[in-house]
C-alpha cells in the first residue's frame, strides 16, 4: 500500500526522480535504464511513479491521488559512464534501504556537478593513444604512429575547443581537421598513407555508444527514443562523412596547385 505524501513531500520525490533521470540521459544511459532508475526511486519512497524519458526531455508524474508531474529538458548529452554508476549504485542503496531520502537528494546534486574524473591531459594521451592502435591494426607501420598520435590529440582538440558548437557542426570540423592534417602529411611526403591516418582518426568519432543504445531502446519497446537516437547516430555518420569528404577535396585543391606553381 503506498504511504500517504504532503504535496510538499511529493514534490520533494518529483524532484529527486528528475534530477536523477536528467543525471542519467546527460551521461549517456539508455533510455529503459532512466525509467527503471525513476521507479526503483518511487519504490524505495513507497508512492507510485510513472516516468516517461525520451533523448531530450522527461517527464516524471508521482502520486496517484493527487499526482504532481514534472518535466525537464535535456539540452546537453554527452558519454560519462563513471556517473552512470554513481547513479546507479545511489538508486540502489536508496532503494536497499542503507541511504537516506535526504542523503540521496544532495548525492545527486554532487554526482551531476562533478566534473569528469579524467584531465583534458589525460583524454588527449587517450585518444591519441587510440588513434596509434588503430593505425597500426590498419597496417601502417611505425612511421604511421607518430601523424596518429598528432591527429588524435588534435581530434579532441577541436572537440574541446569548439564544445559550444552544435553536435553534427562539431563532428563535421572533428572529421575536416583530421583529413587536413592528413593531406598535409602527403603534401609534405612524411611517408605515410592517407587513408590509414585518416580512418585512424575518424574511428574513434564513432557514434557507437549512441548507437547501441539506439538498438537497446528499440529491443526494449523504446521506438521513440530508439529511433530519435538511431537518427541522431545515422546523422552524426553523415556529418563525419561529409568533413573527410570536404577535407580531401581541399587537400586535392591544395596540392594540385602547388604542383602548378
Known sequence: ???????????????????????????????????????HIGKACGIPVESYATPTGITVT??????????????????????????NNLSRSL?????AFQTADKAIDEISRKPSIYSNTVIYIGQALCCAGFALLLG?????????????????YAEIKCSSLPLFLLVFLNAFSVTLFADLCVFLNLGVEHSIIVIAGIIPLLPGLSLTNALADLVAGELLSGMARLTESTLVAAALAAG??????????????GLSV
Open 140 to 156: 601502417g607501420g611505425l612511421s604511421s604512429v607518430i601523424p596518429a598520435i598528432i591527429v588524435g590529440a588534435l581530434a579532441k
Open 1 to 39: 500500500m503506498a504511504k500517504q505524501y504532503s504535496k510538499h513531500a511529493l514534490r520533494k520525490i518529483a524532484g529527486l526522480c528528475i534530477k536523477t533521470a536528467k543525471a542519467l540521459m546527460a551521461s549517456g544511459a539508455e533510455t529503459a535504464r532512466v525509467e527503471t532508475t525513476v521507479e
Open 244 to 257: 573527410a569528404a570536404v577535407g580531401i577535396s581541399v587537400g586535392q585543391l591544395l596540392t594540385h596547385q
Open 95 to 99: 532503494a536497499a534501504g542503507s541511504m
Open 62 to 87: 508521482v502520486g496517484k491521488e493527487a499526482p504532481i508531474t514534472v518535466v525537464a529538458r535535456v539540452k546537453s548529452r554527452t558519454i560519462d559512464l563513471a556517473k552512470v554508476i554513481d547513479v
